[in-house]
């Protein structure tokens, strides 16, 4: 790879040029080995693009001006309150080297950092005429967008091709056969996962589409969902509603305590470099929206146990009334019935086992009948993919809700820790 002066673009999209406020020398430094350090210095660098400033707005921090942090404890995009707009996007790794995977990861961590904070990388209109531009330029001027990027490694990473089988994770195995699943290979499987999450639906394709850029001698684009809503409460946030028109999220987990038992890896893991980390579970869920649309009320509320409009537990009035599976209605049945989808998925009923659910509505338009496809883009996270898999044991089997949905893909990723500082990055200690 030939050093190219300042301003140059390579055709992958890099340049020379330095941004403001970030020091190419400092993220290299000690961040590969020294081969990946040279290929890499070759082609990562990051660049103010029309986008840079944008970032930067006035003091008043609309949505469009709002920076969630990239560097810390835990990646960004699980605690954070769900922004409104998801890409995800799962990729094979094509290079058996692990110098380039290892030179891809640096360059997506340095490039995420700089996305995050609405900067592009590399230049959207470089000076010399033949000069590829560096970013692709459609987000140019729209600012960060609360964009978070999460990045996760499948089960297959760490089969032997880069020399990390001795960094797997126990818990970290291919999810069971569940009942009922309808798993696709077209939504399934896969070796890394992007979620990208932001207010604006081009903020969040742009990361993507520039991380499958960069990638694109290292790795290929596998499956993706683009959500267009958010189907999950996070903490501080109204309930959102999924497209059963049923409201998303109320009991899902916001506490401290909940965060640290269920959802951050503990240091007692068995692979230090997880601690902090989280485990990621995707299902594109299709549903079966008109079967659904022509199901009287009384059915839908006995279905998820919980009414539609206010979103209260059968048991009750208010939305945040907790659930009481014991209440008996005047024939003896319980009032929340026990295959309704509440009533297998809480933790009362479950070992108290929960998860953080962080879905997205999405759809596909229409299939080739004309009906409609759509459905629930169903992320999670738990600190352990067995929590998702007791759960999803029990709703395979008995959910009431399975005549209207069907799990059409399937993915379980390791989360690392979030990022120390410049200079770190993605799956680095699994290099050593
Ligand atoms: C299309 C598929 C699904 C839809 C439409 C759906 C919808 C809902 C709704 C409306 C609620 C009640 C409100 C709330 O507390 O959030 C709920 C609760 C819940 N769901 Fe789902 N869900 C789906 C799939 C799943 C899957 C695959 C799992 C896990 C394996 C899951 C786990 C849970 C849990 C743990 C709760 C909270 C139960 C409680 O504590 O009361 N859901 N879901």
């Known amino acids: 790879m030939t050093q190219r002066s300042s301003g140059e673009t390579s055709d992958d999209g890099s340049s020379e040029e330095a941004p403001r406020g970030f020091s190419r020398r400092a993220f290299f430094a000690g961040a590969v080995s020294s081969a990946a350090a040279g290929a890499a210095a070759g082609v990562v660098a990051t660049g103010l693009s029309g986008a840079a400033a944008s970032g930067t707005g006035p003091a008043a921090v609309a949505a469009a001006d709002e920076v969630y ?128 999450c932001a207010s604006d639906p081009q903020v969040a394709y742009h990361a993507i589409r520039n991380l499958a850029r960069m990638a694109r001698t290292t790795a290929t684009t596998r499956w993706t969902v683009q959500g267009f809503g958010r189907a999950s409460r996070g903490t501080g946030q109204t309930t959102p509603r999924n497209l059963m028109g049923f409201k998303d999220g109320t009991r899902n987990i916001s506490s401290d305590d909940d965060f640290a038992q269920q959802v951050w890896v503990g240091a007692d893991s068995d692979q230090s470099w997880m601690t902090g980390g989280s485990y990621l579970v995707a299902r594109k869920i299709h549903m079966l929206i008109e079967t659904w649309d022509s199901d009287g009320i009384g059915d839908q509320h006995a279905v998820f146990g919980r009414t539609k409009a206010e979103g209260a537990p059968l048991s009750g009035t208010g939305e945040f009334d907790t659930p009481d599976f014991a209440v008996k209605a005047a024939d003896g049945t319980p009032v929340i019935p026990v295959n309704a989808h509440v009533a297998l998925a809480a933790h009362e009923n479950n070992n108290g086992t929960k998860i953080l659910r962080r879905g997205y509505n999405f759809t596909d338009g229409i299939d080739s009948v004309g009906r409609l496809d759509a459905g629930l883009m169903f992320i999670s996270y738990q600190k352990d993919p067995a929590q998702f898999s007791q759960l999803q044991s029990k709703l395979g089997a008995n959910d009431r809700l399975n005549e209207y949905i069907r799990h059409v893909g399937s993915g379980v990723f390791a989360v690392p820790p979030g990022l120390s500082a410049a200079g770190d990055y993605f799956g680095k200690a699994l290099f050593a």
């Open 69 to 196: 942090p990239f560097y810390g404890a835990h990646q960004a995009g699980i605690a954070t309150p769900p922004q409104d707009h998801l890409v995800f996007m799962v990729f094979d790794v094509t290079t058996t080297s692990a110098s380039e995977l290892q030179v891809m990861l640096a360059k997506w961590s340095a490039a995420i950092a700089q996305y995050t904070q609405g900067l592009a990388v590399g230049s959207v209109e470089p000076d010399r005429a033949q000069a590829v531009p560096g970013d692709t330029g459609e987000a140019a001027g729209m600012g960060a967008n609360q964009l978070t990027v999460t990045v996760g490694f499948a089960p297959s990473m760490f089969d032997g091709r880069f020399g990390w089988a001795k960094y797997k994770p126990a818990a970290l195995k291919d999810l069971p056969a569940f009942a009922s699943d309808a798993l696709t290979p077209a939504f399934t499987g896969g070796d890394i996962c992007v979620q990208a």
